[in-house]
């Protein structure tokens, strides 16, 4: 356990503490029609860990950390005074076309949007027809990301690209896997204004040093949750800027408890920008219900930033069934110990 995080006594306080909740998506999301957590109510609020159930321990340890430095952790950094609110973009899944316009409603006032591209399943063409229909909904004035996951080959995201770059794309999240490929993509789409971000390269691989030592990225896209909580997403983002990678704060499917987290983190490394990128944070429209009292839902762009406080009745109607809530239980009994050996570090 770090040092900031005590007054964890034991195993089952925490599962006292805890609840396992599953959520119904209004769009389906990574193949999920359902979002399955474990929310942890500690002194300091409640704390989420949402690691993807299929994800193995070592790595949903890391997510852990992050719920219990949200529940336990007394001296985390808070939002800057006087920010309120931080700008989103909107995150457009693997949807038909004649989705998009629909889905596009549900984002008011924002100015950036996100595009899954690549997903198992879809062809290019599926991709192209999409963004081409998001495009029209957007309107030419909202900046256009795509998020290949990592998914395609060099050759797969080179033709992609080529196809892609007449919906005016801002960045291209993780088209390829490594970073010797990220730094011969970036070479081949000079003078096309498309940009590169890292996402998958920080948070599964730890390359940040790698993608700034060979200048494979413009921008780093860092999440709370997968990244071990805001402390070290922080200090990640610390020395992305100062490597002079735009930072762009982004999240894992969560609900309103672990957004607030990264809209705090967006909160203190917008504060420090000039132009802040706007934050992958505006999914709570995913769900068909949230688990606090004021859901952070999209307004002018933008969601609050705030405390979360647990709204029990909420819960009540999203909680898992008991199966699942053991299996989150033995979940915890074996990450536990993970955390507390510093993993995270
Ligand atoms: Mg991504």
């Not at 599962?15 to 396992?20: A, C, D, L, P, W």
């Not at 973009?89 to 693997?94: E, K, Q, R």
């Not at 950036?112 to 957007?138: F, H, S, W, Y």
């Not at 100062?242 to 894992?252: H, K, N, P, W, Y």
């Amino acid at each position: 356990m770090g040092p900031h995080i005590s007054g964890i006594t034991d195993i089952n306080e925490l599962i006292e503490r805890s609840y396992v909740v599953s959520i119904p998506l209004r769009m389906p999301f990574r193949g999920l029609t359902h979002r399955e957590v474990m929310l942890i109510d500690g002194p300091e609020g409640p704390g989420e860990w949402a690691a993807f159930t299929e994800y193995p321990d070592n790595v949903a340890a890391k997510w852990l950390a992050a719920a219990l430095e949200q529940a336990f952790d007394d001296t985390v950094a808070p939002a800057p005074a006087g920010v309120e609110k931080v700008a989103v973009n909107a995150t457009f899944p693997a949807l038909d076309p004649g989705d998009g316009a629909a889905w596009w409603k549900k984002f008011p006032g924002v100015k950036a949007a996100k595009v899954k591209v690549g997903e198992p399943g879809q062809l290019l063409i599926d991709d192209v027809a999409r963004v081409n229909a998001i495009r029209q909904a957007v309107g030419p004035d909202v900046t256009l990301r795509l998020d290949a996951n990592a998914r395609w080959s060099v050759s797969e995201a080179d033709k992609a690209l080529f196809m892609l770059r007449a919906f005016d794309i801002d960045y291209v999240e993780q088209p390829v896997s490594t970073v010797d490929e990220m730094v011969y993509l970036k070479r081949q789409l000079r003078g096309t204004g498309i940009r590169l971000a890292a996402d998958e390269l920080i948070r599964q691989s730890g390359a940040l040093d790698e993608v700034i030592d060979k200048r494979a990225a413009d921008i780093a896209v860092l999440k709370v949750s997968p990244l071990g909580g805001i402390r070290p997403t922080l200090a990640l983002a610390q020395q992305a800027q100062d490597a002079g990678l735009q930072v762009v704060i982004s999240s894992g499917l969560e609900t309103s408890v672990g957004l607030s987290w990264g809209a705090r983190a967006a909160a203190i490394v917008g504060y420090q920008t000039h132009s802040p990128l706007a934050a992958g944070l505006g999914t709570a429209v995913f769900f068909e219900s949230d688990v606090v009292t004021q859901p952070l839902k999209v307004a002018a762009g933008s969601i609050p930033v705030n405390r979360p406080v647990l709204d029990p009745r909420k819960i009540r109607k999203v909680i898992a069934a008991e199966e699942r809530t053991t299996w989150w239980q033995e979940r915890l009994r074996r990450c536990l110990p993970m955390v507390a050996n510093g993993l995270e570090s």
